[in-house]
């Protein structure tokens, strides 16, 4: 089958590091002390990127020494004993705590007393914690955690916005050896439940709700529902938000007493870590479960703490005077950036309030007013306030904004392009993908580089990122299936629940033995660069030529009219093939002859033939997941007629209303088509 590929529009320079970044970055002293450390010549990136794949053991032992990772055996441990994937065994016999190396710095005199969690409220106002008050609060909630039970292993279980009570009950879970869990309070309690009881959580860290939008979110409820279906649990901690002076109360089995997060903290602990081994486990993300059980994703303190720090100081640059702002919500991996951003010594700003709550610029508001470093984001909330036409410098200062990650789908060139015109000139602005899997990158920014548009720079230090055709080859200027040929510290110890390990394999290793395949149709260029196309299973296949959706979406990114759009590619019975678009109109838009007319044209010049749909029909939204990604792939097995109307889970939508719109389109259709 042949692949298809767009030609690139350009090779326009969007940003380019000055000769003073270059030097100063921490990339670059890193790059220098491992030339010293291990004789090595690494003059620039790629002889960076070239050693950090083929000697793997050497590139991590170089992370945990440069930054002098916290813990014990270290010395004496191999760094990779077995380096065959999926299992591969990293630095057996030593030991480390995720939370000990991140509150490190709260013994630092130059931060301890500055702040490390900015918690900024919808209309502006913000309070902040200090590192030493941060270390304190940890310290006290790791006590009561102990005093309920909690060991070494046992699951602590989180329903929480984007608030500095999460950040805190993880650290705390994390130094005395708790395996962490957090899921958003906007889930259905049932979505929440399916995720948290296979795990039998022995404490629930719950609250009161929240404010979005100006509006009290009221939760409690929520909570109750929640321990009711929970029956391990032994205790609940409450953060009292919305009514900081009403009691706990009880848990919802009426013979127990809620414990408040308030009184918790109130009270002072001594500091303690419970060093653990590397590979031992510290937090369970969970998949989107659309379509299933959602999938219990392990990662353990070593990894965590090597990658993130090769991820965050050295990739993204950030450290002791940088701020870090994502508005993330915390069932979303991007969250858990909030404390890898901390552990690299970066302050942070926590905010669980609406995005659009002063315009859909808000967050550049938040930007301003906070002197953010770094912002990280969807393409898609970059793509809404271009098509908004509002101007996010208008009365802010952005001065203190060096870069932007763009996450979570490729961004369109249009987007990008406005970034620059339109928010900074000299920002950093990088589109950057990686996974759940991982909590982490594969393919992203770096600072030694420039960027160019419409590309991914290139793949994270420790990445040996191919793209890979169905016979296992590697390709360069053709489109294949990304395969990781090296280990990572930060690929998942195991899936829970999965003893065999036969979930884990069939998940990333069916293509063949040893290598990784990531499940994203990519493009490694001739210069090293990379072109994210989407996902491989929804990839479109028009007359034996593979298409990547995001190549539809770019096309159509400025036609004002449109809000958002989803397509789709169906086989059906017989060999046909059927692609329809399904079109949100813009506001006062109409999606009439002479819109879908453009529709098309647009498609024809900006793509090709191929990629004008078979049909433009007009839908009242996308459906999404709770992390704002569109459901392609559980939308072509609805209309493929291989799942039945009730296989996706609807509390795993954000929207679920439009993916009852789009079931009954099926189901019509299916209908119509029997008849």
Not at 288 to 306: A, N, Q, Y
Not at 526 to 550: C, F, K, M, W
């Amino acid at each position: 089958m042949s692949m298809a590929l767009t030609a690139p529009e350009n090779l326009t320079v969007t940003w380019r590091p000055t000769e003073d970044q270059l030097h100063n970055c921490r990339m670059n002293r890193f790059a220098r002390w491992s030339e010293q450390r291990f004789g090595r010549d690494l003059p620039d990136f790629r002889t960076l990127w070239g050693w950090s794949v083929t000697q793997t053991g050497e590139f991590w032992q170089a992370v945990q020494e440069y930054f002098d990772v916290l813990g014990e055996g270290f010395a004496d441990a191999p760094v990779l004993v077995d380096d065959a994937m999926p299992f591969a065994d990293w630095f057996p016999g030593a030991r480390l705590n995720f939370a000990e190396n991140v509150l490190r710095h709260a013994t630092d005199p130059a931060l301890r007393h500055t702040p490390a969690i900015i918690q900024v409220n919808e209309d502006g106002e913000h309070d902040s914690l200090t590192w030493a008050e941060l270390e304190a609060h940890v310290a006290s909630m790791a006590r009561t955690l102990r005093e309920l039970g909690v060991g070494p292993g046992d699951r602590v279980a989180a329903v929480l916005p984007n608030i500095p009570e999460a950040v805190i009950g993880l650290l705390a879970a994390a130094s005395i050896g708790a395996v962490w869990t957090i899921n958003s309070p906007d889930m259905s309690a049932e979505a929440s439940v399916r995720r948290i009881r296979q795990l039998e959580p022995k404490v629930l860290v719950a609250g009161d709700g929240y404010l979005f939008n100006g509006r009290a979110m009221e939760r409690r409820s929520h909570t109750a529902e929640i321990e009711r279906e929970l029956p391990s649990l032994e205790a609940t901690i409450f953060v009292r938000t919305l009514e900081p002076t009403r009691p706990a109360g009880m848990m919802a089995d009426g013979d127990r007493q809620r414990v408040a997060f308030d009184d918790i903290v109130a009270t002072p602990a001594p500091v303690d870590y419970e060093r653990v081994p590397f590979n031992a486990p510290l937090w369970i993300l969970f998949s989107s479960g659309t379509t299933g059980e959602p999938k219990g994703i392990v990662h353990g303190h070593g990894g965590m703490v090597l990658d993130s720090l090769k991820g965050i100081a050295l990739h993204q640059d950030m450290g002791p005077g940088d701020v870090y702002y994502v508005a993330a919500n915390t069932s979303w991996m991007v969250w858990n950036t909030l404390v890898q951003n901390l552990l690299a010594g970066a302050a942070i700003v926590t905010y669980d309030g609406s995005p659009k709550v002063t315009g859909k610029d808000h967050h550049f508001q938040i930007i301003s007013d906070l002197k953010v470093t770094m912002f990280a984001t969807g393409a898609a909330y970059l793509s809404m306030v271009e098509k908004s036409g509002l101007d996010p410098r208008r009365g802010r200062d952005l001065s203190s904004l060096r870069s932007i990650l763009s996450t979570g789908s490729p961004l369109p060139p249009s987007t990008w392009r406005w970034v620059h015109e339109a928010v900074k000139q000299d920002v950093h602005l990088g589109s950057d993908s990686g996974g759940t899997d991982i909590c982490g990158g594969f393919l992203g920014s770096n600072p030694m580089e420039p960027v160019h548009l419409g590309y991914l720079q290139g793949p994270l230090l420790g990445v040996a990122a191919e793209a890979h055709d169905d016979d296992g080859e590697s390709l360069i200027g053709q489109v294949g299936e990304m395969a990781v040929t090296r280990p990572l510290p930060s690929m998942p110890l195991f899936l829970w629940g999965d003893g065999s390990g036969e979930r884990y394999r069939s998940s990333y290793f069916t293509a063949r033995p040893g290598v990784w395949m990531h499940g994203d149709w990519i493009t490694v260029t001739e210069g090293g660069s990379y072109v994210v196309h989407g996902r491989a299973d929804a990839t479109l296949n028009r007359q034996g030529v593979r298409i990547g959706p995001s190549d539809i979406y770019d096309a159509l990114q400025d036609i004002a009219e449109i809000e958002d759009c989803l397509v789709l590619g169906i086989e059906q019975e017989g060999g046909g093939y059927w692609m329809p678009l399904f079109v949100v109109p813009a506001e006062g838009a109409v999606l009439d002859d002479a819109l879908r007319d453009r529709i098309c044209g647009t498609l024809r010049a900006r793509a090709s033939a191929r990629h004008v749909p078979d049909e433009i029909i007009e839908a009242p939204g996308i459906p999404v997941t709770n992390t704002m990604k569109r459901l392609e792939v559980p939308l072509k097995r609805l209309f493929s007629g291989h799942a039945d109307s009730k296989s996706v889970n609807r509390d795993s939508v954000h929207n679920p209303e439009v993916l009852d719109w789009f079931r009954d389109l099926a189901t019509t259709r299916r209908c119509t088509q029997a008849a």
